[in-house]
């Protein structure tokens, strides 16, 4: 119920925004989260935004990642500047207690999306 998006392959020092959609009857969602994972490490935290909209950058990325809601379409982004080959890895979006019709769901996945930075 939840799909990632916008990924690809780019150059350092350029930008993506990735975008998670979440479907079906949503309710509501306590908090929206993006993470990561390289090859070979463990899936990171990358930024997340509460109910009450308040924002929190790792500070891997603080500065050059943002990340934003829309509320009204159920979607939430990652603006992800400045990118650098370390930034590598497989961005999935993470939803945390989500009530869908009468169903609460404590955390939902999307597939995942690929981001490489490379020259």
């Known amino acids: 119920q939840l799909q990632a998006s916008g990924g690809g392959l780019v150059q350092p020092g350029e930008s993506l925004r990735l975008s998670c959609a979440a479907s079906?009857?949503?309710?509501?969602?306590?908090?929206r989260r993006w993470y990561r994972q390289a090859p070979g490490k463990q899936r990171e935290l990358v930024a997340r935004i509460n109910v009450r909209g308040y924002t929190n950058i790792e500070d891997s990325v603080k500065g050059r990642f943002t990340m934003s809601r829309d509320n009204a379409r159920n979607m939430w982004y990652l603006q992800m500047n400045s990118l650098k080959p370390e930034d590598t890895a497989v961005y999935y979006c993470?939803?945390?207690?989500?009530?869908?019709?009468?169903?609460?769901?404590?955390?939902?996945w999307g597939q995942g999306t690929q981001v490489t930075v490379s020259s």
């Open positions: 079906g009857r949503i309710v509501s969602i306590d908090e």
């Open positions: 993470n939803a945390d207690t989500v009530v869908v019709g009468s169903i609460v769901y404590s955390e939902l």
